[in-house]
């Protein structure tokens, strides 16, 4: 899954067009300061595009350092997604980016009311601060006001990343309590295969943005029973067929697409693993690096599997 603009980039940009996004300074990636742009210039990046394609184990070692290195190609990659399919990609976070580790296996009817402290990034101490302003929950925390969150003796920005945080497990919670099912997505293991099929001729309304029809939705990273991965995908398509510019994509990671009839079938070997995720909290199985459209069928599907590390 793609993560929103507003986790990857910093305040000052968050507005910017997506047109504009492969133009936007190193500095603008969430985590990447101005210090840290000669460090990059030394390994030859010198813009969101260039991370975008670079290669960590070729550059691992060098420049800013392997966790900033690692992160920034991360959301180098997730912002050139956003700036080539604008309007397509939800605002929501995955749920195991939003909550601490401790947290992160809550059913989702008890989300509304685990502790602030089960916020990602939340310290004990901030909890506290918050407790004494009445907000004990993750639920009062959505719904506090940003100036009483400020109030309690946080700075600026971790009352709204707190308070956006708090939002987005709230609305991950309603949709999966609404829909604890996955919508056109069946999947099984064979073999250490994980075998997933979407029926490309199937609708499920306009996506939240209104620009797209949705083919399949995971709705967030599901764990798949008897497992021990999560899934999280998402496929769509154009009200009208669009013709799609040439481009260099980066291909999938781990993932064999073939279409038979209707029926797109996406094979998974469960026994790779491609290192850490950008957040560390997870390990990845297999990615499809952005969406990738079903021969010429103008569906596009796009799909992550990891693993929660122990």
Do not use: C
């Not at 099929?197 to 609708?203: A, G, L, M, Q």
């Not at 070997?269 to 079903?294: H, L, M, P, W």
């Amino acid at each position: 899954m793609v993560r929103p603009l507003k986790y990857l980039l910093v305040k000052e940009y968050q507005d910017t067009p997506t047109s504009e996004l492969p133009k936007l300074p190193l500095n603008a990636i969430s985590g990447i300061t101005e210090k840290d742009i000669p460090k990059f210039k030394e390994i030859g990046i010198e813009n969101i595009p260039k991370l975008a394609d670079t290669e960590f184990s070729k550059e691992k070692g060098k420049g800013p350092g392997d966790y900033k290195l690692n992160r920034g190609i991360s959301y180098a990659i997730d912002i050139m997604i956003h700036a080539n399919e604008p309007g397509v990609h939800d605002e929501i976070m995955p749920i195991d980016e939003l909550l601490d580790k401790k947290y992160e296996k809550t059913p989702d009817t008890e989300l509304a009311t685990l502790p602030t402290v089960a916020i990602e990034g939340v310290a004990p101490g901030n909890a506290e601060k918050l407790k004494g302003k009445g907000i004990k929950t993750i639920k009062d925390l959505a719904e506090a006001d940003l100036d009483k969150i400020k109030s309690a003796g946080l700075r600026d920005w971790e009352a709204e990343k707190f308070s956006q945080f708090a939002k987005w497990v709230m609305e991950y919670a309603k949709i999966n309590i609404a829909k604890p099912t996955m919508d056109n997505i069946e999947w099984e293991i064979k073999d250490k295969m994980l075998i997933i099929k979407i029926d490309i001729t199937k609708e499920f309304g306009k996506s939240s943005t209104g620009k797209t029809i949705i083919v399949a939705n995971s709705h967030g990273g599901r764990r798949l029973k008897g497992t021990e991965l999560v899934l999280g995908a998402f496929a769509y398509k154009y009200p009208e067929k669009k013709e799609t510019k040439a481009k260099k994509e980066r291909e999938m990671q781990n993932i064999e697409m073939k279409l038979e009839g209707n029926i797109a079938t996406l094979k998974i070997d469960t026994t790779k693993e491609y290192g850490s995720s950008a957040s560390g909290k997870s390990i990845i199985v297999a990615s499809s690096r952005g969406n990738k459209q079903v021969e010429d069928t103008g569906v596009f599907i796009g799909i992550n599997v990891y693993k929660l590390k122990k």
